[in-house]
T-cell receptor, first 116, second 111 residues
Framework: EAGVTQFPSHSVIEKGQTVTLRCDPI?????LYWYRRVMGKEIKFLLH????????ESGMPNNRFLAERTGGTYSTLKVQPAELEDSGVYFC??????????????FGSGTRLTVV | QQPVQSPQAVILREGEDAVINCSSS?????VHWYRQKHGEAPVFLMI?????EQKGHEKISASFNEKKQQSSLYLTASQLSYSGTYFC????????????FGAGTRLAVHP
C-alpha cells in the first residue's frame, strides 16, 4: 500500500510569505496528524483530524497556521505570514483506531521549511 | 506533559546492548516507540498498552511499567542499522487521541 506522502519535501521562503504544505494519508486512515520538529528537539504536536473534523488543534502555535482536510482525504497546512520561528520539519502522520486500540502512526517523510 | 527520555544520547559498538527509558508524570494508556534515521520519516517500532506487557521486534523489545508510568526500550546485540534517534510517544487515553513525543534519544552504533 502507498505510504503517507508529503510535498513539497523542501521549501525556502522569505519572512512574510505564505506557504502551503500538503499531506496525503494512507487510504482509509481516519486519523491524520500534523507535527513539527525543530532541530534537535521533540516532535511537537500541532493538530489532529478525525476524517474531516478537527479533533484537537491545541498545538497550533497561533492563527497564522491554518489546517484543512477537505472530504476527509488529503490535508493542507498553510502558514501565513511565515515567521523565522516557523522553520522546522513538518511531519504528517496517519493511523487507524479499532475500538480503543490505537495502531502505530505512519509518518510521511516531512517537509523541511526554512524561513529566511 | 511531555514524557522524559533518558539518556539523551548513547554510543555503542556493534554487538553491545542499550536501554532507553521513557517516563511520564501522567497515567498512560499506551506507549509507542519510533526510530528516525537522519532525513527520513520516523518509523513505528511497537506499541505497549497498559498492563505491563512486553513486546519484541527483532532484537528490540520493550516493557511498560504501569505503576511507574515508565517504558523501557531494550536494544540487544546492536547492529549498525540501529543507529538513529528513538522517540517514545505517549497516549493518556484510548480512542481518538494524539501522541505526545519525548525529546528523543540519539543512538550511534559503530563497527
Amino acid at each position: 500500500e502507498a505510504g503517507v506522502t508529503q510535498f513539497p519535501s523542501h521549501s525556502v521562503i522569505e519572512k512574510g510569505q505564505t506557504v502551503t504544505l500538503r499531506c496525503d494519508p494512507i487510504s482509509g486512515h481516519d486519523n491524520l496528524y500534523w507535527y513539527r520538529r525543530v532541530m534537535g528537539k521533540e516532535i511537537k504536536f500541532l493538530l489532529h483530524f478525525v476524517k474531516e473534523s478537527k479533533q484537537d488543534e491545541s498545538g497550533m502555535p497561533n492563527n497564522r497556521f491554518l489546517a484543512e482536510r477537505t472530504g476527509g482525504t488529503y490535508s493542507t497546512l498553510k502558514v501565513q505570514p511565515a515567521e523565522l520561528e516557523d522553520s522546522g520539519v513538518y511531519f504528517c502522520a496517519s493511523s487507524q483506531v479499532f475500538g480503543l486500540t490505537h495502531y502505530g502512526y505512519t509518518f510521511g517523510s516531512g517537509t523541511r521549511l526554512t524561513v529566511v | 506533559q511531555q514524557p522524559v527520555q533518558s539518556p539523551q544520547a548513547v554510543i555503542l559498538r556493534e554487538g553491545e546492548d542499550a536501554v532507553i527509558n521513557c517516563s511520564s508524570s501522567k497515567a498512560l494508556y499506551s506507549v509507542h516507540w519510533y526510530r528516525q534515521k537522519h532525513g527520513e520519516a520516523p518509523v513505528f517500532l511497537m506499541i505497549l498498552l497498559k498492563g505491563g506487557e512486553q513486546k519484541g521486534h527483532e532484537k528490540i523489545s520493550a516493557s511498560f511499567n504501569e505503576k511507574k508510568q515508565q517504558s523501557s526500550l531494550y536494544l540487544t546485540a546492536s547492529q549498525l542499522s540501529y543507529s538513529g534517534t528513538y522517540f517514545c510517544g505517549t497516549e493518556v487515553s484510548g480512542g481518538y487521541n494524539k501522541l505526545i513525543f519525548g525529546a528523543g534519544t540519539r543512538l550511534a552504533v559503530h563497527p
